[in-house]
């Protein structure tokens, strides 16, 4: 069975940093890409950063470009999201999700999707 | 960027109605379209991928279609357990995964 499980989560204060971590199982971690996607309260989806199996490629939110830092342990089934200068509008519930292709009817890869998620840690931005 | 604007917004429904709930994209994202299922205090769970394409467990009674720029997705026969609120996703524009808005279906 497939497992996400994200911690890290907490309450900071604006311009500090945060860690999370996403502990994955019933899979193997090292043959796909993961992502970060945020829901503030209330609000809906947003993806934050993503990273190819062998970190190869890293991609970021304009929102969260040069802030926040996304990394991968294969070696610990774990992916990892470093948030420095925290901002208000950062306060959300943060998920991992695991990435699957997709393939059209001649075999041609054609898109992504997220097919496991976690339950999410929130992260909360306040003085 | 590529825009996801779903439609409606919200939607009151009964259970064994037919439901359409519409995704279009700013320019033409072939079918690179996902649809997902969130119930509140819960994590977004994917029903439908590349369009029209059911995730394995997902009841037959979602379907999805489209290309381009207009996508929907149907709930032929809406049971209790279908109220949450949904989400497309185009994954056309890599990196930037963008989702629409959402679209709560309540009772």
């Known amino acids: 069975e497939v497992q996400l499980v994200e911690s890290g989560g907490g309450l900071v204060q604006p311009g500090r940093s945060l860690r999370l971590s996403c502990a994955a199982s019933?899979?193997?971690?090292?043959?796909?890409?993961m992502h970060w996607v945020r829901q503030a309260p209330g609000k809906g989806l947003e993806w934050v950063s993503g990273?190819?199996?062998?970190?190869?490629?890293?991609d970021y939110a304009d929102s969260v470009k040069g802030r926040f830092t996304i990394s991968r342990d294969n070696a610990k089934n774990s992916l990892y999201l470093q948030m420095n200068s925290l901002r208000a509008e950062d306060m959300a519930l943060y998920y991992c999700?695991?990435?699957?292709?997709?393939?059209?009817?001649?075999?041609?890869?054609?898109?992504?999707?997220?097919?496991?998620w976690g339950q999410g840690t929130l992260v909360t931005v306040s003085s | 960027d590529i825009q996801m604007t779903q439609s409606p917004s919200s939607l009151s429904a009964s259970v064994g109605d037919r439901v359409n709930i519409t995704c279009r994209a700013s320019?033409?994202?072939?079918?690179?379209l996902n649809w997902y299922q969130q119930k509140p205090g819960k994590a977004p769970k994917l029903l439908i991928y590349?369009?029209?394409s059911l995730q394995s467990g997902v009841p037959s009674r979602f379907s999805g279609s489209g290309s381009g720029t207009d996508f929907t997705l149907t709930i032929s026969s809406l049971q209790p357990e279908d109220f949450a609120t949904y989400y497309c996703?185009?994954?056309?524009?890599?990196?930037?995964?963008?989702f629409g808005q959402g679209t709560k279906l309540e009772i």
């Open positions: 999700a695991k990435e699957r292709y997709s393939y059209d009817s001649s075999g041609n890869r054609a898109g992504i999707y997220f097919d496991y």
């Open positions: 990273i190819t199996w062998n970190s190869g490629s890293i």
């Open positions: 019933g899979f193997s971690f090292d043959d796909y890409a």
């Open positions: 590349a369009a029209s």
């Open positions: 996703q185009q994954s056309y524009s890599a990196p930037l995964y963008s």
């Open positions: 320019q033409s994202i072939s079918s690179y």
